[in-house]
């Protein structure tokens, strides 16, 4: 070690070794995330299942009584868009809405978004809106969350 020291040098090229270490473990977190998402897109690349890709299967048929397409907190962020009508709720105001945390409500949407029940629109104020799909409006009809309105006659 003192040979390394005496010699002026080699000095330069360690430090550079230690600083370019230091800068990939730092960033090591970031790239282990982002090749998680990568992997995980293309995982799910070819799957049919997913929405938008491959047959288009009627809401009835997808889902039953018995098996819920939803865990029960995105069941709670779906039920309250569906009652908040067509012109969608920000995020944080479902967050406050249901009484939750507001990354536990973001996770539950980006899942919504993936299995195409809701959609994200910007507002006037630049603020994102959340509003069911056609797809979700289809779910909710069908759960009887969003009330058929039918014309009589009079």
């Not at 230091?22 to 960033?27: E, M, Q, T």
């Not at 819920?68 to 944080?92: H, N, W």
């Given at each position: ?75 709670f962020v779906f039920t309250r868009l569906a ?8 995020p944080a105001a479902v967050a406050k809405s ?57």
């Amino acid at each position: 070690m003192a040979d390394i020291l005496q010699n002026s040098d080699d000095l330069p090229i360690l430090v550079r070794l230690f600083l370019a270490a230091f800068v990939i473990l730092g960033l090591l977190p970031h790239f282990k995330t982002r090749l998680s998402k990568i992997l995980d897109y293309l995982s799910n690349l070819g799957r049919p299942d997913m929405p938008g890709m491959g047959e288009e299967v009627p809401v009835q048929e997808r889902f039953s009584a018995t098996s819920s397409p939803m865990t029960d907190i995105e069941y709670f962020v779906f039920t309250r868009l569906a009652q908040g009508g067509k012109k969608g709720m920000t995020p944080a105001a479902v967050a406050k809405s249901l009484h939750m945390d507001r990354q536990l409500i973001k996770k539950a949407l980006r899942s919504l978004r993936r299995k195409g029940f809701i959609h994200f629109a910007p507002d006037w104020k630049m603020v994102q809106r959340v509003m069911l799909s056609k797809q979700g409006q289809a779910l909710a009809m069908a759960e009887g969350l969003i009330p058929k309105l039918t014309h009589r006659p009079s």
